[in-house]
Each structure stands twice: as C-alpha cells, then as structure tokens.
C-alpha cells in the first residue's frame, strides 16, 4: 500500500533555500581558505616580476595592516630590499625594538637608511646600516603617527607633524645635537580653517615634507588636497598646488616631488591617491594658487590608492600601488618594466643608488605629455580577482543617479576591507562572507519572530520553574 507524499511545509522549504544560499556564498572563502592551509603558503607572499633589471637595489617600506594600536603578525610591517632582478636580498622587522608600522625611508649619502616607524605614542626616527641590520642611532619623538621625518643640515631633523589635538598640526626643526625643537610652523596660523581638511583628530594629515632649496620645504596636507612651498624665513606659503575639495586637482594626494625643467619651470610629480592616479603639473603662471598645468597623467584605471611617486634619471617612474600590494617602475607612456609584489599596504619606495630624491627630467623635457594607461603588468596583483568589487561597483553604476553614491561605497570598500579580510579571501569572497553573514542574520530573527509564541512559553515556563517554592 502507497502512502500518498506530503508536501514539505513552506516554512522548511524556505529554511533549505537559505542555507542553500548560505552555503553557495561561503563555499568560495572556504575552499581558498582551505587550499591556503593546506598549502601552507607563505603570507608575506613576496614576488617579482621583471622585464628590465634594475639600477641596483630597491628599498621598500611595507606599512603592514593592524587594528586599534594592534599589528596583524599575518599583514607584517617590513622594510624590504629588492635587487635588479626581483629577488629579496633582506627582510627588516622592527617589532623588536616596537616599530609598529614603516612609512617613509630615506637613503643617506653613506648608503645608510633614514628610516620613520611609529608606535602607538611615539615616532621612531633611526639609521638603518643594511649590511649590519643594526640601527646606528634612534631617536624617539613624542609624536603620533608620522608619516615623514627627512634628515638636513647635518643634525637637524624636518618634521611633519600630524594628528595634534586642537588644531595645532604643524612642521618643525628638531636638532639632535641640542634636543630641542629650532624652529615650527603651525597650519592655524597660516590660514588653514580648523573647519576644513579633515576630523578634528585627523585635520591636515600633513604626510609628507621635503627640503627642495635653502630655507624652502615642499609640504603635503593631505587632507586639504593640496601641495605647497613654505619660505622658512618669512613663513609664507610661496607656491599652492590645489586646494580644499578641488578634487579635478588633487584628491588626498601623498609623497609629491618637486621637479624643475630645464628652463628652471617649478614641477610637481604627484602620488594623487583618491583619484588613483599618478600627475605631474608644471607651474605656468604666477601666484600661490593659479597657474599650474597637468602635463601628464597615468590611470586612473590600474592603480589603487597610489602613495609614491618617484622620477628616475632614465625618465621612467617608481610608484607605490598600495591596495594592490606592489611597486613597479613604469615608462613615461605607461609600461610596467620592473615589478614587485609587496603586501601589505607598501608606502615608500627608493632606489638606493639614487639618493633621497633621484630628480629625474620632467615630462615636459621628454616631450611625454598627455595621459596614458598602464600597460604590461607581469603579476596578477588582484589575486584570483578578475575585477574587483569595487571596481564593478563604480563601473556598473556610472552614469546613473547613484553614481556618487556607488562610487563612495566602491571607494569606502576598497580602502576599510583590506585591513579587515583574511589574507585567503579575495575581494569577492569576501563579499561573500559578509553576505552569508547577513543572510544568517536576517534568517535568525526571522526564526525569533516566527517561533516568538513558543519562545515566550518556554521563557514563561523557565520562569516559573525557578520562582517555584523548594518543598
């Protein structure tokens, strides 16, 4: 005798098509997180990729992802130095002596490092001699966060100084020899609006400075999206590139530097980090703000949140692609020549042989101008990633009138996910997850709301229990 079937109750169809989901989204993290581990694959992940050798070795500073003052021992803060052809020649960690994260990193005339590293409370300023991996001498600031510490006048030490309570970010001298600060310029007192740039914890974010001539510094307030010269004898602001929220210009730019032609015409070459590309403007008129042209332009297509910039005397560039984990040295038309994987979050990068600043030709001098794409790059520095979230996101929606709100979700996505995925994860397995996530969410209240009789029942009977009179 047949019993005729029953159908499955709704309510366990729709609990089989949510897990079925649940599983469909998670299934991709955990079969890569799975192959990671069972492959046991090196995290730090450091590779290259090389069509031209290099003019020597390579310095790179690698910021290392951490979180609320704690460092990711999986996402390690390094010093790298790279030869010719790609390969590591020595690792340098400072979690040791408690440098946390790497910024910049300076090479010396006697083939030493000026490194700055900071830790929670404190800058660390030191030269590095690379043979020894020892540290020659060490200075600890009581500065939070620097970006940029440059070495001059023999035992004096230039500063940007950013994240000062009440508005007092600033740059100043610091001598060495006497322990004491020589000299100091503050942004308030120069016209900076303590209602501009950006939060009050985090006004200028000033993150870079450079001495370009006697007594002339080039200075980068990152968050009032612009580059200027200071006159330290008068204190004036003798050049402006950009200004607050003149994105077409300069959007939250790092590590500009400062160029001239050979007919003396001031240059700026810019790592323009929110609008993912790499600009170079040439100083065509008079005035502090006015008067600059863009001669030349890579990206924005290719890069992701770009921090250095750097001209070689062969006219080529070295630039710091930090959410794709690498440097790369490209021609003036765009072509990647010498490449290096570098996770994670690299921030600085030197050719050793160069010093300090290599002041390469503008592109002007080369007759390069115009703007071109990046081409010829040797590493699948997306990961597995074809295209990522983000980049679909902002390309999907173009256009549209939500347009600038997807290109501020795709952009907020880009630069918070990084610190926070797993190092197996690609960006959109980890969409995934965070999806799986949401749909566990959702289908947990829906499960409270569905069964809230027969929990309320269950708490009421619970509660009676425990009320009852021992006999």
């Not at 600059?292 to 750097?310: E, S, V």
């Not at 799986?436 to 229990?465: D, P």
């Amino acid at each position: 005798m047949n019993l005729p079937s029953r159908p499955l109750p709704r309510r366990w169809l729709a609990r089989a098509v949510t897990a079925l989901v649940v599983l469909g989204l998670v299934a991709p993290a955990s079969i890569s997180g799975a192959t990671y581990f069972a492959t046991a694959e090196d995290p730090t992940n450091l590779r290259a990729s090389v069509d031209d050798p290099a003019n020597g070795t390579t310095i790179i500073s690698i910021q290392g992802f951490h979180f609320q003052g704690m460092a990711n021992a999986n996402k390690p803060a390094r010093l790298v130095a790279v030869g010719p052809r790609g390969n590591v020649k020595w690792v340098h960690n400072g979690s040791g002596f408690d440098a946390r994260w790497f910024y910049d990193v300076d090479p010396l005339e006697n083939r030493n490092l000026l490194v700055t590293a900071t830790t929670p409370n404190a800058t660390l300023v030191y030269e590095l001699n690379p043979e020894t991996q020892e540290r020659v001498w060490t200075e600890r600031l009581p500065i939070h966060d620097t970006h940029d510490v440059d070495r001059i006048n023999g035992d004096q030490l230039l500063v940007a100084n950013m994240r000062e309570p009440n508005h007092e970010d600033r740059i100043f001298v610091y001598n060495m020899t006497t322990d004491e600060t020589v000299w100091e310029w503050e942004f308030r007192d120069h016209g900076y609006p303590e209602e501009g740039g950006g939060r009050a914890k985090d006004w200028t974010h000033v993150n870079d400075i450079d001495k370009i001539g006697a007594g002339e510094y080039l200075v980068s307030p990152r968050n009032f999206d612009q580059v200027i010269v200071v006159n330290r004898s008068t204190g004036n602001v003798t050049m402006q590139l950009g200004s607050d929220d003149d994105h077409s210009v300069l959007y939250e730019q790092h590590n500009p530097t400062y160029l001239e032609s050979e007919n003396g015409t001031p240059t700026v070459l810019v790592a323009d980090s929110e609008n993912d590309r790499l600009v170079e403007y040439a100083k065509t008129g008079t005035g502090t703000e006015n008067g600059w042209t863009r001669t030349w332009t890579i990206g924005t297509q290719g890069l992701n949140w770009p921090r250095d910039a750097d001209r070689l005397p062969n006219g080529n560039t070295m630039v710091v692609d930090t959410m794709h984990h690498r440097v790369f040295e490209v021609t003036p038309e765009g072509e990647v020549v010498w490449e290096f994987h570098a996770p994670w979050a690299p921030y600085d990068v030197e050719r050793i042989t160069y010093g300090d600043e290599p002041d390469g030709p503008t592109m002007q001098d080369l007759g390069k101008t115009g703007s071109y794409n990046l081409s010829g790059s040797g590493l699948q520095v997306q990961g597995r990633d074809t295209k990522t979230v983000s980049f679909w996101v902002a390309e999907t929606f173009e256009g549209t009138p939500i347009s600038a709100q997807a290109d501020h979700l795709a952009r907020l996505w880009a630069h918070v996910t990084p610190w926070i995925r797993p190092i197996w994860m690609t960006s959109w397995e980890f969409l995934g997850a965070v999806l799986a996530g949401g749909v566990v969410a959702a289908w947990g209240l829906g499960e409270v709301i569905y069964q809230r009789h027969r929990i309320r029942a269950t708490v009421s009977e619970l509660v009676r229990r425990v009320r009852r009179p021992v006999e």
